[in-house]
């Protein structure tokens, strides 16, 4: 009978603490369910530990973390790019910008897709305007736009080789 009472408070206190960290925020920023489904238990702690740390100490692997895990399709990343603007809010123009400058080219692409994506439905303005955003953030916008080929990250100017 007890093995039956522990475990049963076992199997709660699971449920309670998967619940715990499916339903919080992370340092005032929101995390969606729609990103969070597809994965494991142990990646969403793992995606909540890397959110905290980013937010928190503005951890450059945790941003390199939260870009490659798995956001669940469409509206998923949609929801984690959501996510990723309320970090660049919440931190800052220049501190976030120098962690930008510290990713890859395919990593940079991949942030300003999800900042396209995570603004323009993330319901941060009645009519999002990206150009006034990226306006608000010039140094985050302008570390995305370094590529080494010359090209800018976002625009129309890519070289020939990569066409």
Known sequence: MKKKIAAITFCLLAIATHLYYVFRTVEGVR??????GTQSIIEQY???????????ELDIDALKYLLSADCGGAAGCYDHGTTLVE?????????FSA????LDKQESELLYSYFDAGYEYGGFTD???WTTFKKHFPLTFEALGKRSDGARVGSAET???DR
């Open 31 to 36: 995390v969606y369910e729609t990103v969070l």
């Open 46 to 56: 793992r995606y909540h530990r890397a959110l905290k740390s980013l937010v928190a």
């Open 87 to 95: 970090v660049l809010l919440k931190a800052g123009d220049r501190p």
């Open 99 to 102: 962690l930008v400058f510290k």
């Open 127 to 129: 009519s999002p305007d």
């Open 159 to 161: 070289p020939e080789s």
